[in-house]
C-alpha cells in the first residue's frame, strides 16, 4: 500500500488540491533550484546553470504548462471519458515532487564541485537518474487516472503526449526564452564598452586584432550577437546569423555554465599572409575554454570557433 502510494497517489489526490500542493512544490523547487544553480529546461529536463529567481519560476511555469496541455489534449483525443482539466492540471503538478529531491540533494555532500569531481558525479547521476524514472512514473499514473486511460493504450499515449510535451518545453525556452537564459549572471564588467561597426568602420580600419577581439569579447559579455557578427565577413553572415549566434552560445553556456571571465592579456596571436588568428583563454563556471578568432587582412571575421582549453 505504501508503494502504491509513492507511484500513484492520485486516486486519492487531485483536483484543486492536487494542484495547490504540487504549485507549493514547483514554487520550492524553483526557490531551491535557483539557490544551487539547478534549473529545469524541460519537461524531463535539470541543468546546472546559473539563474535567478523570476527565471527559475518561469522554467517550472513552463515545464508544468506544457506538461499539462500536451497530456489533457491527448486525453480528449483518446479518452473515452469525460475529463476535467483541473484533475489532469493537478495531477501533472504533483508529479513533479521528485525535482524537489533533486534540488535538495544539490546541497548535500553528494553534488559534484567541479566536472573533475568524477565519483560525485556518478552518484549524483544514478541518483538523478532514479528520481527522473519515478517522475515520469508519476506522471503516467497521474495521466491515466486523471484521463482515465489504462492498459496499452494508455501507455503509448503516454510516451507520445510525453514526448510532445518535452519538444513543445525544449522550443520555448530555445526559440522564445533564450534571450533571457542569456542575460543571466555573466561577468561583472558593466563598463565595458561595445563598439558596433556598423556605426562606424572600425571593422575595416582596426589593423590592431588584439583590440577587435577586446570589443567582441564586451559584445559577449553584453550579448549583443549582432554586434559580434557585424565583425564577420559575408560568408560567415550567411553560416551564422545572430540568432544562430545566441542559440550556440546558449547552449554552450548551459554546458559548461555562465561565461566568468575572458584573459585578453595572455591571448595568443599568429599573423599569415592571408588571415590572422587570436586564441583567448576564457573561464566558463565549469570548464577553461578557448576563443579563437580569425581574422581577414581587411578586420572582418571569417572564423570563430570555441575550443575546450588544451
Known amino acids: ?39 529545469f529546461d524541460g519537461v524531463i529536463d535539470a541543468h546546472v546553470f546559473d539563474h535567478y529567481f523570476p527565471l527559475a519560476f518561469l522554467a517550472q511555469a513552463v515545464d508544468w504548462v506544457s506538461l499539462f496541455l500536451i497530456m489533457w489534449l491527448a486525453g480528449v483525443c483518446f479518452s473515452k471519458s469525460k475529463i476535467r482539466a483541473i484533475d489532469v492540471a493537478g495531477t501533472m503538478a504533483l508529479s513533479r515532487t521528485p525535482m524537489l529531491l533533486l534540488v535538495i540533494l544539490g546541497f548535500l555532500p553528494i553534488a559534484p564541485q567541479n566536472i573533475s569531481d568524477i565519483s560525485r558525479i556518478v552518484i549524483f547521476s544514478l541518483v538523478s537518474i532514479v528520481l527522473g524514472i519515478w517522475m515520469v512514473a508519476l506522471m503516467y499514473h497521474a495521466f491515466s487516472t486523471s484521463c482515465h486511460i489504462k492498459g496499452a493504450r494508455g501507455i503509448i499515449t503516454f510516451i507520445g503526449a510525453l514526448l510532445v510535451a518535452e519538444i513543445v518545453s525544449k522550443c520555448i525556452f530555445i526559440f522564445l526564452l533564450g534571450n533571457l537564459f542569456m542575460g543571466v549572471n555573466i561577468a561583472n564588467d ?50 551564422l546569423s545572430a540568432n544562430k549566434l545566441k542559440l550556440t552560445w546558449l547552449q554552450i553556456t548551459m554546458m559548461q555554465g555562465a561565461f566568468e571571465s575572458a584573459d585578453l592579456q595572455n591571448a595568443k596571436e599568429s599573423h599569415g599572409e592571408e588571415y590572422d588568428v587570436i586564441d583567448i583563454p576564457c573561464a566558463f563556471k565549469r570548464s577553461q575554454m578557448n576563443l579563437r578568432l580569425t581574422f581577414n587582412k581587411d578586420g572582418t571575421i571569417g572564423g570563430l570557433f570555441i575550443l575546450p582549453a588544451k
Open 1 to 39: 500500500m505504501k508503494a502504491k502510494w509513492l507511484i500513484n497517489p492520485f486516486e486519492r489526490i487531485a483536483g484543486w488540491q492536487a494542484l495547490l500542493i504540487g504549485i507549493c512544490i514547483l514554487s520550492l523547487t524553483a526557490i531551491l533550484g535557483s539557490i544551487n544553480s539547478i534549473i
Open 190 to 239: 558593466n563598463n565595458a564598452s561595445v563598439t558596433n561597426p556598423t556605426e562606424n568602420t572600425a571593422v575595416v580600419d582596426l589593423s590592431d586584432i588584439h583590440q577587435s577581439a577586446e570589443r567582441i569579447v564586451a559584445a559577449f559579455k553584453q550579448n549583443d550577437f549582432d554586434a559580434v557578427v557585424a565583425y564577420f565577413d559575408d560568408k560567415m553572415k550567411e553560416g
